[in-house]
């Protein structure tokens, strides 16, 4: 399954992510390739819970470009 991460740079020359999919599921990491890193076991980790119910939340993504 295909999940999003929406990446913030923390201001620390670190960064943190969350899956707007699965609320609550947030990782921080020193780069954004050790931040997707986590973020797969913070997912994996969130989705073995028997009780987590994945929202439907995100109906459509479209691109928007500005000039």
């Known amino acids: 399954m ?4 929406l990446i913030h ?3 620390k020359d670190s960064c943190w992510g969350e ?3 699965l609320p609550g599921c ?3 990491g020193d780069t954004p390739d050790e931040l997707m890193s986590n973020m ?3 997912i994996a980790l ?3 819970n028997d009780e987590a119910t994945i929202p439907d939340r995100i ?3 479209r691109e928007l470009i500005i000039s």
Do not use: R, T
Not at 2 to 5: G, I, Q
């Open 40 to 42: 797969k076991e913070a």
């Open 46 to 48: 969130y989705l073995e």
């Open 19 to 21: 899956c707007p999919e």
């Open 9 to 11: 740079n923390d201001g």
């Open 2 to 5: 295909k999940y999003y991460v």
């Open 59 to 61: 109906s459509e993504i």
């Open 26 to 28: 947030f990782s921080h």
